[in-house]
């Protein structure tokens, strides 16, 4: 007896489960596995070396663009993740329909997404056809009653000239995507012709350290103590950052740039709060009556919508006036997104956190937006205080800044005070409060509280503010 079985249906399934598990869900669009086959492939169909007759043939020419979406977390953070995802199936949809039949687009995970052009082409041609792609990305998409504009920063990476396979292309054109975003988002940025370097075993292995003393809570908070500048009362202290090491203490500079590319950047922040918070906790505990201390947050941080539900939960936490927390965010994450940053600082003023603004002086202010911003408190850029003595110029920005921040009624610090002749200076142009090694090193929690504890038993200044202190040399940093 024959019997006969249709495995339509079955075969059917089967090619669906395989088309499933090569395609973004969300998009239908190919995922990085599939688009690295396709590009390993493209990059393998032509001869790169000598061909039968002995002469040497051309490389295939193909270009490879890294597109990612500038800003796109904020889209997440302020109407959810069903909308963010409405968003990026409509922008997806809007690229793919923008496609040409001899391109191939992928979904290469979040808000990124990798082009492969494979008709051959020249640099000009790839970055030309790359600027095509931001014109597509920049009209409005409107999703739960707004209309989001959007940008792209597109890195471009071309075959052979910056690479002849997957992962040395995928590198530089990833590597000229972070340009662009860099140099302000919403642009094109090419590959260049210089070899790709290659991987720095030691920096991959210090990320992943990184990662590991974050999670181990291996960061420790040094302060630094602000003065009154009319009678040389503490007023504040500023909490910074420390990883201690086998060679001892590891100051921001050596890791802050590899916490920020590894995405560590808001995870330190938090620990960085509660740290701080906590060690308020544990003054008033001892009976020290402390003063407000200073938490510097990132420019990503900025972007992070549970900030003020964080530092309201810690405060709670740890039974800790608001008023004692203040928050530092530089002057150029201020103007990044003033509107945004308006809203959040607000709800950290209504539950009594006081905000100050840092670095004043770098980041081109518009003073639209410093007169609407709630601040509390502007503190002068080191780097403006320490030239005072050499440079008129850097004097004159000092003195237009304390007139500023007077007329908005908002007290000045001024950073990196190293000289008596600088605080001389500072005093006569109105200056309200300093920091710097003149005054006081950062020191560690107990220390600082010894300080505190013996300058309010002897209710006296900071000796080095006093009108009749004789002229100092800035102590030596260790």
Known sequence: MLVLTDLSEVMSAR????????????????ERRLFIEQLTQQLGAGPVGPDASGSSAPAPRLALLFIDIDRFARIGDHLGHAQADEVLLRLARRLQDGC?????????????????????????????????????VSPDIEVGGLALGLGASIGVACAPRDGRDADTLLMRARTAMGRAKAAGGHRVAGGGTDPAPPPDPRQLGLEARLRQAIEQDEFVLHYQLQFALDDGRP?????????PREDGLWLPGRFIGLIDEGGMTVALGERVIAQAIAQLRRWREAGLAPVPVSVNISPRQCLDTRLPELVAERLAQEQVPATLLKIEITESAAMHDPQH?????????????????DDFGTGYSSLAHLRDMPVDQIKIDPGFVGSMEQHAGSRAIVEATIAL??????????????????????RELGCDQVQGFLLAHPLPPDALAAMLAERLR?????????????????????
């Open 235 to 243: 007023v504040g202290a500023e909490a910074l950052l420390r990883w």
């Open 100 to 136: 040409h039949r001899s391109e191939l687009l992928a979904r290469w995970g979040g808000d990124q997404f990798v082009m492969l052009l494979r008709q051959a082409c020249d640099p000009d041609a790839a970055l030309a056809r790359a600027r095509e792609l931001l014109e597509l």
């Open 458 to 478: 002897a209710d006296a200044p900071s000796p080095h503010i006093s009108r009749c202190s004789p002229a100092l040399s800035p102590p030596r940093i260790t």
């Open 15 to 30: 090619r669906q489960i395989e088309h499933d598990r090569r395609h973004d869900r969300l998009t239908g669009l190919p």
């Open 405 to 426: 921040a007077h007329g908005l009624k908002v007290p000045v610090v001024a950073e990196g005070v190293e000289s008596a002749r600088q605080l001389e200076l500072l």
């Open 341 to 357: 940053l308006r809203g959040l600082l607000e709800r950290l003023r209504a539950m009594g956190v006081q905000i100050a603004l």
